[in-house]
């Protein structure tokens, strides 16, 4: 399966916790610069505006999959790292079952979106996809204990499993 990052927002600059922003004109050049290596038409994408304005610029009609949407980090949507208590971003950072902002484990989150892999994913076979970062994280990583050693970068092809 082809996965395909997103391209970059404003606030992918900043670093913050969740948001639903629109591409900046880098992200768009970027997603831009992508079709030569893209396998086919884009058929799914996750519900993220940048994912869908990036899904709709590389071609095809994109259907929006509400199974491949990001991380709900609950109450720290919008806030920067800075923001957040230390003691509440170390254990987010390092248990996977830590849900010191409210919303989704990286646990659950993992597991939601390997199911998606599991079934929808496995049967478009090289199709494209496109994601959110952290959705992208977590497709490519091995299990939730894994989740945060994946390196992602907007606008980016990665392929799953790897060659």
Request: charged fraction near 25%; aromatic fraction near 6%.
């Given at each position: 399966?082809?996965?395909?990052?997103?391209?970059?927002?404003?606030?992918?600059?900043?670093v913050r916790f969740g948001g639903d922003a629109s591409l900046d004109d880098?992200?768009?050049?970027?997603?831009?610069?992508?079709?030569?290596?893209?396998?086919?038409?884009?058929?799914?994408?996750?519900?993220?505006?940048?994912?869908?304005?990036?899904?709709?610029?590389?071609?095809?009609?994109?259907?929006?999959?509400?199974?491949?949407?990001?991380?709900?980090?609950?109450?720290?949507?919008?806030?920067?790292?800075?923001?957040?208590?230390?003691?509440?971003?170390?254990?987010?950072?390092?248990?996977?079952?830590?849900?010191?902002?409210?919303?989704?484990?990286?646990?659950?989150?993992?597991?939601?979106?390997?199911?998606?892999?599991?079934?929808?994913?496995?049967?478009?076979?090289?199709?494209?996809?496109?994601?959110?970062?952290?959705?992208?994280?977590?497709?490519?990583?091995?299990?939730?204990?894994?989740?945060?050693?994946?390196?992602?970068?907007?606008?980016?092809?990665?392929?799953?499993?790897?060659?």
């Amino acid at each position: 399966m082809q996965v395909i990052t997103a391209g970059r927002t404003g606030p992918n600059r900043s670093v913050r916790f969740g948001g639903d922003a629109s591409l900046d004109d880098r992200g768009r050049r970027d997603i831009e610069a992508l079709p030569a290596s893209v396998a086919g038409p884009v058929t799914a994408c996750g519900p993220e505006t940048a994912a869908l304005e990036s899904a709709l610029l590389l071609g095809g009609r994109p259907a929006v999959d509400d199974a491949l949407r990001t991380l709900d980090v609950g109450s720290w949507a919008g806030l920067a790292p800075e923001e957040i208590d230390p003691s509440e971003l170390a254990a987010f950072f390092t248990d996977p079952a830590a849900r010191p902002h409210g919303g989704e484990t990286v646990e659950e989150f993992v597991r939601r979106i390997h199911a998606w892999r599991d079934g929808v994913g496995s049967e478009i076979g090289e199709v494209p996809v496109v994601v959110a970062m952290p959705v992208a994280q977590a497709l490519l990583c091995d299990d939730a204990a894994g989740y945060f050693r994946v390196e992602v970068r907007p606008a980016t092809l990665y392929t799953w499993p790897a060659p």
